[in-house]
């Protein structure tokens, strides 16, 4: 057994990799994957269906999936939600797809306690329920359940708008949230087709019969001349449903023609329409999508899976590398590998912690390659974002989250390959799974892979400043992680003796030497750059203050270890000092709203970095308890003065 359970879980944490990195494959009739992964134009760049889907749900609802306690699963995948919201909106109109959190929003829609209370079935889900496990109460609701409210709605977004954003309560973001929520899932059902239009491919198809001598008649009545006034009206009705879909989305559907000069000048739907009265025939795209349209409200699978398959053709003609990266944005989208590297950390968080109470060899060397198997996924995760995006790994901060993870756990694989205590492995998995949780909310804020700000489209420097300084991050979290380690290990167990506490000195004296090297270079660095964008190397703006104040503070650390004014215990409470510095120059900063380098990437975030701080001031006042209160040292039975010196001192 001492031997089989590690492989086991070492296979386990195998096995996961494998089903992720499997094809998605399609589990009815209809080719759904080849639907999400044609490409698009949205927000400055080419991506597949499937993320459109995916990023809007994480933005509507803070997940991919559409499902009710109470009714289960509504649709397979993102991509089968977009396809209803687009096709058949009157059944995406009942899914429970916007979520609502605030009582106040609650209240205007008029969903009391007793309408929110979640009534289940069975006794045991009930049970559960009570317990948190499962939702007691409904915070997603359907288009159907807001469209009685919508005047309501629109008029308290547009009093809240009215308020500076620093200035606005709870109530009023929150109402702003989902009236943009409620704008976004408007401009995805006039992405395609004209809603309320059955059937929108026949009415494409008689406008391309008829648009000759109809715009021919337009011309005669505006010359005064003798016309058809039947195909005038046609041409006009015709005309302003297109301009209605050309205005209401953002999403540029139709690739230029191959005769377009421009082959980057991507149009909507409407757009595309508007053309036709100039060149006299329908873009042979929108008739695609509009077929597809027509096979997906008839529920016939092989008209709709031959359109994809001859649109998809098409499109290799002239865009094969745009579809190449699409194909793989919507497989990497599938595979969640971000996802699966918090799942590996999490079961090497546990086989490390079991390391140390039992098998510390062979569990300890379960929980590090379950790690290092966990940091090749995000490797690779990280490596594909860079291809997509034409970037270095750090953008915005939803990739910084991903790198400063992937940072602190390659330095622990290093720190365990020497010293083989499981300490690397639990530091690695407490990191790599918090900063990856971080990521996951960042993200819904909508598209990971966004378009650079002017200011920082600069792909040398995001290369070696911001590169640099998040590394520096990522030592700095580390250093005081293992702290934490050392005093949890020193107060709540036996097992921190003086090999593994000096072990863990060292471990945060190397990783905090790393870090001042990190922090200071990438500092220097952004100043160099800050000169060249603004005319000025340093200006005090809150984010310079925020990077400044992390050399600064592991400077501190290193003099006042090498001054002898700190022993281990002191070191590690420093340490730990260090998780809030550094926490406050990455998102605190980016809070205040104020200064060069606040992008406006986060103003939501301040309750839990508050609770971040107070946990980190918590563990440091653990520091000052009196040795004799460590568990470790307890055990000691009567040291000798000079043994008991070296534990208060060193310890």
Known sequence: MKKIIPLLIVLLGVALVAKALRPPRN???????????????????IKPLDTVARSSLLQ???????????????????????????????????????????????ALI???????????????????????????????????????????????????????????????RGILQLYANL???????????????PDFLGDLLRFQDQVAAGVAAVRAKQAGEPHDEAAVKAMTDMGEMFIVLAETTNLLVVPPEPSAEDQAAWKPMGGALLDSFRTGRVDSSALAYA??????????????????????????????????KSDAEARFNAAEPFYVSM?????????????????????????????????????????????????????????????VGWGAAGLCLILEAFYKNAIGSVAASVIGFATLLIAHHLSLQGDTLEMMRAVLDSNFWLATHVVVVTAGYSATFLAGFLAIIYIFRGIFTRSLDRVTADSLARMVYGIICFATLFSFVGTVLGGIWADQSWGRFWGWDPKENGALLIVMWNALILHAR???????RGLMAMAVFGNVVTSWSWFGTNMLGVGLHSYGFTDSAFMALSGFVASQLAIIGLTRLPLEKWRSFRHVPNPPPARLETLTVEG
């Open 27 to 45: 589990s009815g009739e209809f080719d759904l994957v080849g639907f999400g992964q044609l490409p698009v134009l949205a927000n400055g760049r």
């Open 60 to 106: 509507l609802q803070g997940r991919q999936r559409v499902s009710s306690p109470t009714e289960g699963t509504f649709v397979e995948s993102p991509t089968e939600w977009l396809l209803d919201v687009a096709f058949r909106p009157e059944k995406a109109d009942t899914y429970p797809t916007f979520a609502i959190d605030h009582p106040d929003v609650l």
């Open 110 to 172: 008029g969903k009391t306690e007793a309408d929110l209370k979640i009534n289940y079935t069975s006794g045991l889900k009930q049970f559960f329920a009570v317990l948190g496990f499962l939702p007691g109460h409904h915070r997603r609701f359907s288009f159907n359940d807001l469209k009685p409210h919508l005047g309501l709605i629109q008029d308290q977004a547009r009093l809240a708008d009215q308020v500076e954003a620093t200035a606005r309560n709870a109530f009023q």
């Open 183 to 197: 704008h976004q899932y408007q401009r995805l059902r006039h992405s395609f087709v004209m809603p309320g239009r």
């Open 291 to 324: 077929g597809i349209a027509h096979a997906w409200v008839n529920q016939r699978s092989e008209p709709f899976n031959k359109i994809i398959e001859l649109f998809r053709a098409d499109l290799a003609k002239r865009f094969s590398p745009e579809l190449r």
């Open 343 to 403: 799942t590996l950390y999490a079961l090497a968080f546990f086989t490390g912690i079991f390391a140390w109470l039992m098998w510390p060899a062979t569990l300890g060397r379960a929980a590090f390659w379950l790690v290092a198997l966990s940091w090749i996924i995000s490797t690779i995760g990280i490596g594909t974002r860079m291809w997509l995006e034409g970037r270095p790994p750090v953008t915005n901060l939803y990739s910084s989250a991903l790198f």
């Open 562 to 568: 090498w001054g002898g004014m700190i022993k281990q």
